[in-house]
């Protein structure tokens, strides 16, 4: 019938309710203020769910089939951001034809290619077929930029989709399967960068990295973390085989690289000198400002977790 | 019965090639898709960077008006071999405009000219060719002379972003970028022509601004 994940959703929907009321209460409160930017955000924030709800709890190819489409948006974006040349027009094609090869290896559960693919073979083959195709001016970076691009967009968040296939394991308050480690991982990042936000517009006054992200401060980073890390703890024994100082650990884990991944897409759009990464998410900004901090906790708290309890 | 059949032939063609690629392939991003008309007679006046620029110019209207919405090409390319005729005229639904035709004393416009008197919605390209990705070339002059048989109906300039960077000049494969587009006011017809002509690619020139990511503000 209904399971943990079930009633996590329900969890989720009401939370959104109360955001959704007290955003329509404010306009009518205040009609002169500007509130079209958190309707839009709480608006895209219904569709995220819907779709990660959709993921989650169909089929589990379902689920990966829906996790390489958004690493296809992600490395879509980023290459749309950043500075390509024309003439790797053919590379950047089977750039992309790798992502749905990677998610193969993530369906088929085949570790072993999948944590070397993008790493090993892409990596060196697409240089290859740079250098076959002869243009050598700008070669360097153009190589380095498709790489990241890559590892970023596709390699890390198939890290989230891999998650899917741990096997499924007893614990005191149900059984524990893939999809409640992805929800699990997921809400953490996200609710990471939320309270990040609140408690530096609360209480942020030192600065922690004003070149590269001006409004991180100091208190909302340790507030942040201090608050996903309660989180961790008291989620963890329903949706993890996590003890709870392993819960605690990874709660610091997720929010301090959360924080990371972050300031990283942020250094990244400042060297290119833009401000959103696209539109694609009204509100939000583009899909990497959504999935920036995910870039650094997919691929952490999967190995974290896969080490210590796989 | 044939026109009905041309009709949905086009609005297949549409739902199952411009809207997979333009949409779901590609990605689009569209500022003032309000001021597009829908209905006909009108002009839409758009830069030319690459074969994907018609695709994504039908996405933007209702599948509904697609029967009425024709762009203007040239005869001497989409006519090349029978089957590519064939498919511009009933599938893409072009108004073939005939490259040269001055010369020989027909008015290349002609077509054209036939199309908004039925009411359609024309789809032009004033700089007449596609040209270098992401640049923009002089506006040909017949954009003004089209304008002036019809000064009443509007000339809606659109400008395209990121087509050129996907599928250039002689590439046939796009590759997946997100394209932004941006509709400007309309404008109509003016008695000189250097005038009209340079405010439109004012126009077009301030609508590529307006496609360009937004800088880091501070």
């Given at each position: 019938m209904f399971n943990t994940l079930h009633y996590a959703f329900a969890g989720i929907v009401a939370v959104l309710v109360i955001a959704s009321i007290v955003t329509a209460t404010l306009i009518r409160l205040h009609p002169e203020k500007n509130y079209v930017e958190l309707k839009l955000r709480i608006q895209t924030w219904w569709w995220l769910v819907a779709v990660f709800f959709i993921a989650l709890t169909l089929d589990r190819t379902v689920a990966v089939t829906i996790i390489a489409i958004v690493s296809f948006m992600a490395f879509k974006e980023f290459l749309s951001i950043a500075p390509t040349r024309r003439a790797d027009n053919k590379v950047l094609l089977w750039a992309y034809f790798s992502i749905p090869v990677q998610y193969l290896w993530v369906g088929t559960a085949w570790y072993g290619m999948f944590i070397i693919?993008?790493?090993?073979f892409v990596f060196l083959l697409l240089p290859m077929r740079m250098v076959m195709i002869g243009e050598t001016q700008g070669y360097l970076r153009a190589a380095g930029t498709l790489q990241w691009g890559l590892m970023t967009t596709v390699f890390s968040i198939s890290h989230m989709a891999y998650l899917l296939n741990m096997p499924a394991r007893q614990s005191a308050h149900g059984t524990i399967t893939g999809e409640m480690l992805v929800f699990y991982l997921l809400v953490l990042t996200q609710i990471n960068d939320i309270a990040q936000y609140l408690w530096g517009k609360m209480l942020g006054k030192h600065k922690i990295i004003p070149k590269v992200s001006p409004n991180k401060t100091a208190e909302g980073l340790v507030g942040g973390m201090l608050t996903t890390t309660l989180l961790a703890w008291l989620l963890a024994p329903w949706f993890t085989p996590m003890n709870p100082l392993h819960a605690v650990l990874a709660g610091l884990l997720i929010s301090l690289f959360g924080f990371i991944g972050d300031v990283v897409i942020s250094a990244v759009k400042r060297d290119i000198g833009i401000k959103d990464s696209g539109s694609l998410l009204p509100g939000h900004g583009g899909i990497l400002d959504r999935l920036d901090s995910l870039t650094y906790t997919s691929p952490l708290f999967f190995h974290y977790i896969y080490y210590l309890y796989y | 019965m044939q026109k009905c059949f041309r009709s949905m032939l086009r609005m297949l063609f549409v739902v199952c090639i411009a809207y997979p690629v333009v949409l779901l392939w590609l990605g689009i991003h569209v500022r003032h898709r309000e001021r597009l008309a829908v209905k006909g007679a009108a002009i839409v006046a758009a830069n030319h960077n690459s074969h994907l620029d018609i695709l994504t110019l039908l996405s933007l209207f209702p599948l509904s008006a697609i029967p009425n919405v024709q762009p203007a090409a040239a005869a001497d390319y989409f006519f090349k071999t029978p089957l590519l005729r064939w498919f511009s005229l009933n599938v893409i639904g072009i108004i073939p405009v005939v490259r040269g035709g001055a010369r020989a004393g027909e008015d290349p416009l002609i077509e054209c000219y036939r199309a908004l008197e039925q009411g359609r919605i024309l789809v032009i390209f004033p700089e007449g060719t596609r040209g270098e990705p992401e640049q923009m070339a002089e506006l040909k002059a017949g954009i003004w002379h089209l304008a002036k048989r019809f000064p009443q109906v509007p000339v809606i300039p659109v400008y395209m972003h990121g087509l050129g960077k996907s599928m250039p000049k002689g590439s046939w494969i796009p590759v997946p970028f997100f394209v932004s587009v941006a509709v400007g006011k309309a404008l109509y017809w003016m008695e000189e022509k250097q005038e009209f002509i340079d405010a439109l690619k004012d126009r077009l020139y301030k609508l590529k601004l307006k496609t360009q990511p937004t800088s880091e503000v501070q």
């Amino acid at each position: 019938m209904f399971n943990t994940l079930h009633y996590a959703f329900a969890g989720i929907v009401a939370v959104l309710v109360i955001a959704s009321i007290v955003t329509a209460t404010l306009i009518r409160l205040h009609p002169e203020k500007n509130y079209v930017e958190l309707k839009l955000r709480i608006q895209t924030w219904w569709w995220l769910v819907a779709v990660f709800f959709i993921a989650l709890t169909l089929d589990r190819t379902v689920a990966v089939t829906i996790i390489a489409i958004v690493s296809f948006m992600a490395f879509k974006e980023f290459l749309s951001i950043a500075p390509t040349r024309r003439a790797d027009n053919k590379v950047l094609l089977w750039a992309y034809f790798s992502i749905p090869v990677q998610y193969l290896w993530v369906g088929t559960a085949w570790y072993g290619m999948f944590i070397i693919f993008i790493p090993v073979f892409v990596f060196l083959l697409l240089p290859m077929r740079m250098v076959m195709i002869g243009e050598t001016q700008g070669y360097l970076r153009a190589a380095g930029t498709l790489q990241w691009g890559l590892m970023t967009t596709v390699f890390s968040i198939s890290h989230m989709a891999y998650l899917l296939n741990m096997p499924a394991r007893q614990s005191a308050h149900g059984t524990i399967t893939g999809e409640m480690l992805v929800f699990y991982l997921l809400v953490l990042t996200q609710i990471n960068d939320i309270a990040q936000y609140l408690w530096g517009k609360m209480l942020g006054k030192h600065k922690i990295i004003p070149k590269v992200s001006p409004n991180k401060t100091a208190e909302g980073l340790v507030g942040g973390m201090l608050t996903t890390t309660l989180l961790a703890w008291l989620l963890a024994p329903w949706f993890t085989p996590m003890n709870p100082l392993h819960a605690v650990l990874a709660g610091l884990l997720i929010s301090l690289f959360g924080f990371i991944g972050d300031v990283v897409i942020s250094a990244v759009k400042r060297d290119i000198g833009i401000k959103d990464s696209g539109s694609l998410l009204p509100g939000h900004g583009g899909i990497l400002d959504r999935l920036d901090s995910l870039t650094y906790t997919s691929p952490l708290f999967f190995h974290y977790i896969y080490y210590l309890y796989y | 019965m044939q026109k009905c059949f041309r009709s949905m032939l086009r609005m297949l063609f549409v739902v199952c090639i411009a809207y997979p690629v333009v949409l779901l392939w590609l990605g689009i991003h569209v500022r003032h898709r309000e001021r597009l008309a829908v209905k006909g007679a009108a002009i839409v006046a758009a830069n030319h960077n690459s074969h994907l620029d018609i695709l994504t110019l039908l996405s933007l209207f209702p599948l509904s008006a697609i029967p009425n919405v024709q762009p203007a090409a040239a005869a001497d390319y989409f006519f090349k071999t029978p089957l590519l005729r064939w498919f511009s005229l009933n599938v893409i639904g072009i108004i073939p405009v005939v490259r040269g035709g001055a010369r020989a004393g027909e008015d290349p416009l002609i077509e054209c000219y036939r199309a908004l008197e039925q009411g359609r919605i024309l789809v032009i390209f004033p700089e007449g060719t596609r040209g270098e990705p992401e640049q923009m070339a002089e506006l040909k002059a017949g954009i003004w002379h089209l304008a002036k048989r019809f000064p009443q109906v509007p000339v809606i300039p659109v400008y395209m972003h990121g087509l050129g960077k996907s599928m250039p000049k002689g590439s046939w494969i796009p590759v997946p970028f997100f394209v932004s587009v941006a509709v400007g006011k309309a404008l109509y017809w003016m008695e000189e022509k250097q005038e009209f002509i340079d405010a439109l690619k004012d126009r077009l020139y301030k609508l590529k601004l307006k496609t360009q990511p937004t800088s880091e503000v501070q």
